[in-house]
Nanobody, 121 residues
């Protein structure tokens, strides 16, 4: 499975962006799909996850209420709708696929290449 993230760009604080992640192969119902980000000089952090079979979601406190993860099983794509963006949301955003409903990077096996989001103040 290859993952391709897209949709990053430059946005003003308070604005919105929608990231997409396209999977080259079928996303099996047992999969968990997640979004992570890595800001300059910081470790990669968990943002959100969705269990593909049930649509159950999990969010980090830092983005809860502002970001929404969703999936389209027909198109084999994952999305992250980001609202009320802040300068501290500036980072490279990664999509990932795993088998555990988890916030831990080590539980995700396949990773996309990342897409840069820059939020200006």
């Amino acid at each position: 499975v290859q993952l391709q993230a897209s949709g990053g760009g430059l946005v003003q604080a308070g604005g919105s962006l929608r990231l997409s992640c396209a999977a080259s192969g079928r996303i099996f119902s047992s999969s968990v799909m997640g979004w992570f980000r890595q800001a300059p000089g910081k470790e990669r952090e968990f943002l959100a996850a969705i269990r593909w079979s049930t649509g159950r979601t999990l969010y980090a406190d830092s983005v809860k209420g502002r970001f929404t993860i969703s999936g389209d099983s027909r198109k084999n794509t994952l999305q992250l709708q980001m609202n009320s963006l802040k300068p501290e949301d500036t980072a490279v955003y990664y999509c990932a696929r795993g088998s555990q409903y988890s916030t831990q990077q080590s539980d995700y096996t396949f990773w996309g290449q990342g897409t840069l989001v820059t939020v200006s103040s």
